[in-house]
């Protein structure tokens, strides 16, 4: 389970959430964010559920704009 957030301003005091996945299998997963502002500056994932004992892995992030 894990959430896909953007920060627009310089003191990510703020977030918001553009993504959410609540029953991942832990593949790949391709996400199109069309919706949210361009002048997103920042981009974080937060994970708050795994689905096994050993933990969150996320291997590759990649974010284009």
């Known amino acids: 389970m894990y ?8 003191e990510v005091e703020y977030w ?3 993504y959410e996945n609540y029953g991942g299998d832990g593949g790949l997963d391709t ?3 069309d919706m949210f502002p361009p002048t997103a ?3 974080k994932v ?3 559920g795994r689905a096994t004992e050993f933990g969150y892995s996320i291997h590759e992030l990649e974010v284009y704009g």
Not at 3 to 10: E, H, T, Y
């Open 3 to 10: 959430q896909v957030q953007v920060a627009l301003d310089d």
């Open 16 to 18: 918001t959430t553009v």
């Open 31 to 33: 996400i199109r964010l």
């Open 41 to 43: 500056r920042y981009v």
């Open 46 to 48: 937060y994970a708050f």
